[in-house]
């Protein structure tokens, strides 16, 4: 006995199964999407609406200890937007405050009354991945998982030097492991060394040597984690942060990170960030069309683009010297720094795009490139990096402006001229997204691009996250207030009401890897950290509800 | 707990390793206890200090009611049922706590708070609330207690004494800790201490900087001058009772160390100045990273006092000083710290879970809590239960209940509980109110909404 529903007369996009805006049936059993069910089950009248899968976001930073110290941070952020609870009597939800950096209950909500049903937490120290997921525990409705911090890991960066790859992979398996994550990440890779230990300096070049390490360099510690991440068959690449975010000319960084990883699958994050040209220190200017061009022509990359979005935001990140060197062009006098023993660093803080800035707004308008000018949406996928480019929130925005000419048009004439003057002109500037392209970047692209084959999609076997738009010609405010959204199955929003609570399940993988691995990661850790061996995995109850995303070879 | 845990049958012995003792901020996890099961007692707990083995060996469940309504005994569900009749009675109620329990009860502890549009604080308002207000207007800079054991080689200690509240803190992570970087433990670093008077943590310093008691924000922000090399009244001696000269010598150490630290206490947050000390710490540390790399930290007292802000913050934005009658969370110290709501009369009905401010805070406020009707979850027979209409005995947390804890760096921690107990868990008590309130609010008649509802009240 088992609950069921159908969705009748919604115009269906679910580009992964070639379905483009045709009338379909979709079929809901026991959470899943099925081929049938008995006529005389329960409907939902779609007619004069769209049916999308539920939204997938590969790159956000929504929970953890950075996330955390960031809405400690900021009252100011939390007072103007709060999230009130509802009313008691017809479904019981907690409060909580929003801003760039919104409390764990109203992250869980925002993102399903937008539709949106899974979201990874792309930057988490593996030693703090216990502090993640118990604000995962917190973050209602959603499915979600995190990617855990791997580039300036000392004991592998030891390894590493001695050549002991087998190791290694052993290692990271662990890793993955004893923290439920999804995938490694990496972050400014080598960037940490000399940031802690040489009087806050960084790393600039792929080639360059890393302090304290003779025979290590960027360009081995990315080369060595795409060997071993492809090794062990995890459904999602690594994912990389280049090194070099943010800096005039950093193009190159980026072109040189794609090529050394020759031909293996990467996933390069919020490439806005790493589309610049111009000399170090000067203003920037886009290379966007180079990257673009690149990735059009090598199928083994795949990018979300990390759009800049007009606002407030948080600058929040893994790459310490980064957050650094914003400090320069802040004028919020906030800054935090926060190291992990052997594995991170961490810097946050507050920021806000203008228009009239030029390099808000060339960035801004890069983003914008690099989406018009992308062949492949399923390999060039949204973000805003939430909330270092701009909120989730702002994500039905970033559609309008993606899908409606017009409105991009006037916003490119309000915003800083000198900066859209650097921009190709051509005919790309004149695409509209079409919906089925809306439906592919914001969700099957980033599902397969994951590797969740569960999600993304409308096919029998599915997970029933499905969202539910209102025709509208306003796009933003189409893609913003869905009539419906389901998740699991569950109606969570049901005619623009929020009428249930769900608490989504945590993915992670679980590779296989030689036990004896422990007694060469336990030394080092009972040396260098300061919790036992014995207390850094985490136990399963930690994650009540999850599900494990297989391998290639399980 | 597997393989930590060998059971030797002959005596009844079990020895847990690799459990954590709660009783400071250095919520030390490499605890080997061994516990004679029959006579429910931790006989040894190796590597415990002084304090560890107090909290320890004098472990002993005393056979206490489930509960007391009125100081007369009752059991745990009559003892529920009051509560939950007071909590969905009251206008106003406060509660306050938090720091020496798990962050599951935490966590269920902000659902009640919530639901009840009630106002929640924790004893971090009594500590280091000040530093997270400082937070709040320049950042910090920070790092976990593993990367200071294997970088720093300068570290000051400010207003605080570890020597004597948290024994273990020299050894484990920042004197005679041995590093990646620090091989020869205390030869590699230089120890500095800042204080109004020579305490126990003295001894182990190469320097010590005698202030004046009341003058820590002026020494500080002429070291920021100092830093930042602008011109410092010679004269600032007779303000802060330091010389010039040993500023200078300071400030050249700070700027030519490699990475440096400054871990202080409640002697700046909770003296003179207060967040003002804070925040001029926090900037002082964050101003030196313009020539090294450069930390500032809290020493934190309680065992998970961290998590408490932690859990706080992740549920409602706000650290501490939260108040829910809106229906949303609302951030103002002073107005919603729990010793100004109690000593101003304001609230009407109390919930201290884990914490005796009954026995520590002001006078105004002790006698406002005796008029009220308090609920108290504690393992003990506090002050503060002494005086409450309705008093819990519950397990104690890292001994008989797990669950996690997060060190005052952040670092959350599993525990690993070495003894069963016959009372219920600080979590399951809030659970159990909770589910009564839910369902007390939700067949209550006549609601319009929060107002209505004070209007009921006693």
């Given at each position: ?554 | ?133 400082a937070?709040?207007?320049v ?15 300068l570290?000051i200690y400010w207003g ?30 230089t120890?500095v201490n800042v204080d109004v008077r020579r305490t126990?943590?003295v001894?182990?310093a190469d320097i010590f900087i005698q202030v004046k008691i009341g003058a820590d924000f002026e020494l500080l922000w002429a070291l920021r001058a100092l830093v930042k090399g602008r011109h410092v009244d010679p004269n600032i001696e007779k303000r802060t009772g330091v010389s010039l000269e040993t500023m200078k010598d300071l400030v050249e150490r700070m700027k030519n160390?490699?990475?440096g630290?400054l871990?202080f206490?409640?002697g700046l947050s909770m003296t003179r100045g207060r967040h003002f000390n804070s925040a001029a710490i926090l900037s002082l540390a964050s101003d030196l990273?313009e020539y090294?790399?450069f930390?500032a ?162």
């Amino acid at each position: 006995m088992g609950s069921t529903l159908r969705i009748v007369n919604g115009r269906v996009y679910d580009p992964a199964n070639d379905v483009d805006g045709k009338t379909r049936d979709i079929c809901i059993k026991d959470g899943k999407i099925v081929k049938s069910v008995p006529p005389k089950t329960k409907c939902i009248d779609a007619k004069g609406m769209v049916v999308m899968p539920g939204g997938v976001d590969i790159h956000c930073h929504i929970a953890g200890a950075k996330a955390n110290i960031a809405r400690k941070l900021q009252p100011d952020d939390h007072r103007r937007d709060v999230h009130p609870r509802l009313d008691l009597k017809k479904v019981n939800t907690r409060s909580g405050t929003g801003g760039t950096v919104p409390s764990t209950f109203t992250t869980g909500y925002r993102y399903a009354t937008m539709g949106y049903t899974t979201a990874m937490e792309a930057a988490v120290p593996p030693l703090l991945a216990r502090h993640t997921l118990d604000e995962f525990e917190d973050t209602p409705v959603i499915d979600k998982g995190f990617y855990i911090l791997m580039g300036n890991n000392v004991l592998l960066y030891q390894m590493l030097q001695e050549g002991r790859h087998e190791e290694i992979r052993n290692a990271v398996a662990w890793w993955l492991n004893a923290t439920k994550s999804y995938t490694t990440k990496l972050v400014n890779p080598g960037g940490d060394e000399p940031w802690k230990g040489h009087r806050n300096a960084t790393i600039t070049q792929l080639n360059d040597k890393i302090d304290g390490y003779e025979q290590l360099t960027p360009r081995k510690i990315i080369t060595s984690m795409v060997n071993t991440v492809e090794d062990l068959g995890l459904p999602h690449p690594v994912h990389i942060h280049c090194n070099n975010l943010g800096h005039s000319g950093n193009y190159k960084t980026t072109l040189e990170t794609m090529k050394a990883t020759g031909g293996r699958r990467i996933h390069i994050t919020h490439i806005q960030f790493h589309s610049y040209g111009g000399k170090p220190n000067e203003n920037p200017t886009s290379k966007a069309p180079q990257i673009a061009e690149y990735i059009n022509n090598n199928s083994n990359i795949t990018a979300d683009v990390g759009q800049v979005m007009f606002g407030r935001s948080t600058s929040m990140t893994a790459d310490a010297p980064l957050a650094w060197m914003l400090t320069r062009y802040s004028n919020d006098r906030r800054w935090v720094n926060a190291d992990t023993e052997c594995e991170s660093g961490c810097g946050i803080i507050p920021f806000a795009y203008q228009e009239q800035v030029y390099t808000h707004a060339l960035q801004w308008a890069i983003g914008l490139e690099l989406f018009l000018l992308s062949k492949d949406p399923w390999r060039m996928v949204l973000s805003t990096d939430h909330p270092n480019g701009g909120t989730f929130t702002s994500y039905p925005r970033l559609i309008r402006t993606l899908m409606d000419r017009e409105f991009r048009k006037q916003q490119m004439d309000s915003v800083n001229q000198k900066a859209v003057a650097k921009i190709k002109r051509g005919h790309h500037m004149e695409r509209e997204y079409t919906l089925q392209e809306i439906a592919i970047v914001t969700r099957a692209g980033p599902a397969r691009i994951l590797g969740l084959k569960n999600k993304g999609h409308l096919g029998p076997g599915a997970d029933a996250d499905i969202t539910i738009y209102d025709e509208h010609e306003d796009k933003e405010l189409m893609f913003s207030a869905p009539r419906y959204v389901l998740k699991s199955g569950h109606l969570i929003i049901d005619n623009h009401e929020f009428r249930n609570n769900h608490e989504g399940k945590i993915l992670h993988v679980a590779p296989g890897y030689d036990e004896g691995i422990k007694d060469v990661i336990r030394p080092f850790v009972e040396d260098f950290y300061t919790i036992k061996f014995d207390n850094y995995a985490v136990s399963d109850h930690y994650i009540p509800r999850h599900e494990v995303v297989p391998t290639a070879k399980q | 707990m597997g393989a930590a845990t060998k059971a030797k049958s002959e005596a009844n012995i079990k020895t847990v390793e690799n459990a954590t003792c709660t009783f400071c901020g250095c919520l030390c996890d490499d605890m080997v206890l061994t516990v004679d099961m029959d006579a429910k007692k931790i006989t040894k707990a190796k590597n415990a200090c002084v304090l560890g083995k107090a909290l320890f060996l004098s472990h002993e469940e005393e056979d206490r009611p489930f509960a007391l309504i009125d100081g007369k005994p009752a059991t745990l569900k009559e003892g529920v049922e009051e509560a939950a009749q007071i909590l969905a009675n009251a206008r106003f109620p406060m509660f306050y706590g938090m720091s020496d329990t798990t962050c599951e009860a935490q966590r269920q502890n902000v659902a009640l708070v919530d639901m009840v549009g009630g106002t929640i604080d924790s004893t971090t308002s009594v500590c280091h609330g000040p530093t997270g207000m400082a937070l709040q207007g320049v950042g910090e800079s920070t790092a976990t207690l593993g990367e200071i054991k294997n970088r720093a080689d300068l570290v000051i200690y400010w207003g605080g004494n570890p020597a004597e509240s948290l024994p273990r803190h020299f050894a484990r992570y920042a004197v005679t800790a041995k590093g990646m970087y620090t091989p020869n433990r205390k030869k590699d670093r230089t120890i500095v201490n800042v204080d109004v008077r020579r305490t126990k943590s003295v001894p182990v310093a190469d320097i010590f900087i005698q202030v004046k008691i009341g003058a820590d924000f002026e020494l500080l922000w002429a070291l920021r001058a100092l830093v930042k090399g602008r011109h410092v009244d010679p004269n600032i001696e007779k303000r802060t009772g330091v010389s010039l000269e040993t500023m200078k010598d300071l400030v050249e150490r700070m700027k030519n160390c490699r990475y440096g630290v400054l871990f202080f206490g409640m002697g700046l947050s909770m003296t003179r100045g207060r967040h003002f000390n804070s925040a001029a710490i926090l900037s002082l540390a964050s101003d030196l990273n313009e020539y090294t790399h450069f930390i500032a930290t809290p020493m934190r007292g309680h065992g998970n006092v961290a998590g408490a802000d932690i859990v706080v913050s992740w549920q409602t934005g706000y650290p501490f000083g939260v108040n829910f009658s809106r229906g949303y969370p609302k951030f103002n110290p002073g107005e919603f710290t729990a010793t100004d709501m109690f000593a101003r009369g304001d609230a009407d009905a109390g919930l201290i879970l884990a914490s005796d401010p009954g026995s520590n805070f002001t006078q105004a406020a002790i006698d406002h809590m005796k008029k009220i009707p308090m609920i108290v979850l504690d393992p003990k027979l506090t002050h503060t239960a002494k005086l409450a209409r309705v008093a819990f005995t519950t397990s104690h947390y890292g001994i008989n209940t797990g669950g996690t804890a997060y060190r005052s760096d952040g670092v959350p921690i599993e525990l690993r509980p070495c003894l069963d107990s016959k009372y219920p868990s600080d979590e399951e008590v809030i659970r159990a109110i909770y589910k009564r309130v839910e369902q007390l609010l939700k067949t209550r008649k006549k609601t319009k909404g929060a107002n209505n509802k004070r209007r009921k009240a006693a």
